[in-house]
């Protein structure tokens, strides 16, 4: 029934992530999250991450801090994040230490 009034199934929604868009919205979202995803695994390491793509946006930090700790030979718990805000461009260069995000939405 919902998907003939453009809604998401409730069973899609007890296995997905969470959105609040109609059928068509969603849909369009889900295909540029497994295109990012797809691009990521089979073609190469993204020069910037979209963070919104992420169901659980705190597993990707977490996995951040843990990759910086091993390689500078660190406490995790000795790990923060630095912010800066970038122009947006085509063109940005993966940086050699951490990464570069887009689509976090800060409130406050």
């Keep these: 029934q919902a998907l003939v009034i ?12 969470p959105s609040f868009k109609p059928l068509s919205g969603y849909i369009n979202d889900l295909l540029a999250r ?3 995803f797809r691009q990521w695994t ?3 390491r993204p ?3 979209w963070l919104s ?5 705190h597993a990707f930090f977490t ?4 990759n910086y700790a091993r390689v500078n030979i660190i ?6 994040f630095q912010f800066t805000m970038l122009p947006l461009t085509d063109t940005i260069t993966a940086p050699k230490v951490g990464f570069h995000g887009y ?3 800060f409130e406050g």
Excluded: H, V
């Design 63 to 66: 996995a951040s801090k843990q």
């Design 42 to 44: 089979q073609e190469k």
């Design 47 to 49: 020069s910037s991450f």
């Design 6 to 17: 453009g809604m998401i199934p409730i069973m899609w929604k007890s296995k997905s992530y």
């Design 75 to 80: 406490p995790i718990d000795n790990i923060g």
């Design 53 to 57: 793509a992420f169901f659980f946006q």
């Design 34 to 36: 497994l295109s990012f």
């Design 103 to 105: 689509g976090l939405f």
